[in-house]
Antibody, heavy 127, light 107 residues
Framework: QVQLQESGPRLVKPAQTLYLTCAVS??????????WSWIRQPAGKGLEWIGR???????TYNPSLESRVTILLDTSKNQFSLKLRSVTAADAALYFC???????????????????WGQGAMVTVSS | DIQMTQSPSSLSASVGDRVTITCRAS??????LHWYQQKPGKAPKLLIH???ILQSGVPSRFSGGGSGTDFTLTISRLQLEDFATYFC?????????FGQGTNLEIK
């Protein structure tokens, strides 16, 4: 059974960098069968996809955050990380990591849904 | 970006009722449409993927339909544990956007 667990500082000062990691257990992050994403949810609001990572290290980011975001793979620890630079109060949110299956057949591949989620990490931005 | 619009934003219903939530995409997303249930302080839970495929372990009272730009989530006989917030989401193209959510409350 695959499990994801977010960890990292829960209080970040304005203008500094938010850093979270997502530890994956029960599956290899390098298997190539999944994409690995970060998603966030400000208190009382909806869900915003931040970006994703594939086993090759290839990343895709939400254009709204792309200038400030880096998602990296750490195969030695079977985890991936999120860095969000120059944070403001608007970046305070519950941050989730999630897995998306990649389905391939007849030379075509497509992404499924976010089928496994971490429990979330609440990050506050305050001096 | 593909915009996902859910309606209604909130809904009051009683145990045993049948309810339907709709989700409209700003462009065709084929069948790359998924539904999630979220309870306060918890991660979303995948209910239905690819429009109508029930995730393992999800009760059969949940069903999904639609195609192209218009989709529905139906709960046939509401149970107490179904009162939650529901989101749709597209995986057709990044950024993978979500609907704004539908808050299902007890009447």
């Amino acid at each position: 059974q695959v499990q994801l667990q977010e960890s990292g500082p829960r209080l970040v000062k304005p203008a500094q960098t938010l850093y979270l990691t997502c530890a994956v257990s029960g599956d290899s992050i390098s298997s190539g069968s999944y994409y690995w994403s970060w998603i966030r949810q400000p208190a009382g609001k909806g869900l915003e996809w931040i970006g994703r990572l594939y086993a090759s290290g290839t990343t895709t980011y939400n254009p709204s955050l792309e200038s400030r975001v880096t998602i990296l793979l750490d195969t030695s620890k079977n985890q991936f990380s999120l860095k969000l630079r120059s944070v403001t109060a608007a970046d305070a949110a519950l941050y989730f990591c999630a897995r998306t299956p990649l389905y391939c057949g007849s030379g075509v591949c497509y992404l499924g849904a976010f089928d496994v989620w971490g429990q979330g990490a609440m990050v506050t931005v305050s001096s | 970006d593909i915009q996902m619009t859910q309606s209604p934003s909130s809904l009051s219903a009683s145990v045993g009722d049948r309810v339907t939530i709709t989700c409209r995409a700003s462009q065709s997303i084929s069948n790359y449409l998924h539904w999630y249930q979220q309870k306060p302080g918890k991660a979303p839970k995948l209910l239905i993927h690819a429009v109508s495929i029930l995730q393992s372990g999800v009760p059969s009272r949940f069903s999904g339909g639609g195609s192209g730009t218009d989709f529905t989530l139906t709960i046939s006989r509401l149970q107490l544990e179904d009162f939650a917030t529901y989101f749709c989401q597209q995986s057709f193209s990044p950024p993978h956007t979500f609907g704004q959510g539908t808050n299902l409350e007890i009447k």
